[in-house]
């Protein structure tokens, strides 16, 4: 039995929602609340934040702490349904890219703008007024934003996928942390075509129904995050 403790909108859960997914396993899930986890949470790891997954085996229970642990150790703990290229390169390219999400897209996008969207949603639903977004914030985000899309964008112009022939970890890093802003409606899709055809692929495989039907208190997703075919 398998549990994970996550949060829905929270790029490192994501990671790890869709990766176990990809890997047929089967999860119980748990939401967590980062900014007040509980006892019971903070009992399980050290670093005090989701995504946490608890296995229990026949060898014990085994907890293993952060999206990328996680995901290594689903595609490590069987051969079926592999989430890294048997290619060299492209092995290395999609462990670029989760580490180019985890550092600089977290520290330039989300750091701004789900932090300024997401955390004041999750605040105010409590007694604590953690007041409106700050634009001036949610422009400089959506500036590196823009950068870092294009940058996506070329990618996907030479590749079939982020890291080359196949889907990989690459693409699961970056459909976490996109679905997120998509699901506050901060992508803008039709500037740039080759990366929306991308996300409909995403969209359509079997690993990403859960996140379609995520809800948060305090915010309403556009119409078109749950529509295949946007």
């Known amino acids: 039995m ?19 997914a990809e890997k047929k396993l089967k999860v119980r899930e748990v939401i ?11 009992s399980l790891t050290a670093e005090g934040a989701p995504p946490v997954l608890v296995d229990l ?7 293993i ?14 051969k079926r349904h592999p989430l890294l290229s048997e290619d060299p390169f492209e092995r290395a390219e999609a462990r670029r890219l989760c580490a180019w999400f985890d550092g600089r897209f977290t520290d330039e996008v989300d750091a701004y703008i789900l932090a300024e969207k997401v955390e004041r949603a999750v605040l105010s639903q409590s ?4 007041g409106t977004p700050d634009p001036d914030v949610l422009r400089e985000g959506r ?3 823009a950068d870092h899309l294009d940058y996506l964008a070329t990618l996907l112009e030479q590749r079939d ?4 022939r196949r889907f ?7 459909a976490a942390h996109l679905s997120c802003l998509d699901f506050l409606g901060e992508i803008p899709w039709r500037d740039r075509p080759v990366l929306k055809d991308w996300y409909q692929k995403i969209k359509s495989r079997p690993s990403f129904r859960g996140l379609l039907g995520d809800r948060q208190p305090g915010l309403r997703a556009p119409r078109h995050y749950t529509d295949l075919d946007f």
């Open 2 to 20: 398998r549990t994970l403790y996550h949060f829905p909108l929270h790029p490192p859960s994501r990671m790890s929602r869709i990766a176990l």
């Open 32 to 42: 967590v609340d980062p900014w007040a986890p509980d006892a019971e949470f903070l």
């Open 57 to 63: 085996t026949q060898h014990g229970t085994l907890t």
């Open 65 to 78: 702490s952060g999206a990328r642990a996680i995901t290594e150790y689903a595609n490590d703990g069987s």
């Open 127 to 130: 007694q604590y007024d953690a």
């Open 143 to 145: 500036a590196y934003l």
């Open 161 to 164: 996928w982020l890291a080359g």
């Open 168 to 174: 990989s970890l690459g693409d699961i890093s970056a």
